[in-house]
């Protein structure tokens, strides 16, 4: 059931990155939207006052969406982390009520930079432009870290399965492995290096952004455990078959996304 929904689920992100860019940027938002709902439904540190000022999180989405799609990179880069970020504390603050609101300020705005923020970036890649000799553009970079990130999580389960022995963090993710880690960050780089014709990397280039991703995405895996850990559940959601929750499927794909764009927008479209 697991490795039948992976495909499924690799299938409608390939067809969504093919068709025209709005279903591709309303595909990848509403992700953003479900992974979100997902978090911010079964934390047991937002409080019932916080509810109200999720809307404020949820209407984020559209705009960091749409600051994407027409390649406003500055506002993209800042609505986030800076606009919002002071946002939410005010509207938490007009609320009135004090009891935890520091906690509230600080889970919110994560929650926000994990399932929007993060994920966004892999909408930002579809709006990049073609480079010179470089026919795949944006959607050959999106395939790329997807397939890339995908791939990582699928290697590190499989050789921790087979050979895994040392474990790295129990506590948090007792299947971790550093057999599995080094295996998986190994075996995802030689395939990214033969995948480089999605992208404009050379070889050398393709080598050290697969490396980046492989050790971000295991980042972006125990950061989501550990938050699962502590709200004592295995699983963010049922929403996919032999996968749980969206966000147990992207939860590498929010921290890969963001390293990976600002890696390739420096190296060839920052001038």
């Given at each position: ?98 009891e935890n609101i520091g906690r509230s300020m600080s889970v919110l705005p994560t929650q926000l930079m ?158």
């Open positions: 059931m697991r490795t039948k929904s992976w495909w499924m689920m690799a299938t409608i992100f390939v067809v969504a990155t093919v068709l025209d860019p709005a279903i591709s940027f309303v595909a990848i938002g509403a992700l953003s939207f479900m992974a979100l709902r997902e978090i911010a439904s079964i934390s047991k540190n937002v409080r019932e006052e916080d509810r109200k000022i999720l809307i404020w999180c949820y209407l984020a989405i559209p705009v960091q969406y749409l600051f994407a799609y027409y390649k406003q990179y500055s506002l993209f880069l800042t609505f986030i982390p800076i606009f919002m970020h002071l946002w939410i504390p005010f509207m938490l603050v007009l609320r009135g009520v004090t994990l399932t929007v923020f993060g994920v966004s970036h892999l909408a930002f890649l579809l709006s990049l432009p073609e480079l010179e000799g470089f026919k795949a553009g944006g959607r050959g970079l999106l395939l790329f870290v997807v397939f890339i990130t995908e791939m990582n999580d699928v290697f590190q389960f499989t050789w921790g399965k087979m050979f895994g022995r040392y474990k790295i963090i129990p506590k948090i993710s007792p299947n971790k492995t550093w057999e599995g880690f080094i295996g998986g960050i190994i075996t995802t780089t030689v395939v990214g290096y033969f995948l480089r014709f999605l992208t404009p990397f050379s070889g050398t280039e393709a080598v050290l952004i697969c490396l980046s991703v492989a050790v971000t995405g295991f980042i972006g895996d125990v950061v989501v455990s550990a938050i699962k850990r502590d709200i004592g559940m295995k699983d963010t959601g049922n929403t996919i078959p032999g996968h749980g929750g969206i966000l147990d499927r992207i939860d590498s794909l929010a921290l890969t996304a963001p390293v990976f764009f600002h890696i390739v927008y420096n190296l060839y479209y920052l001038q």
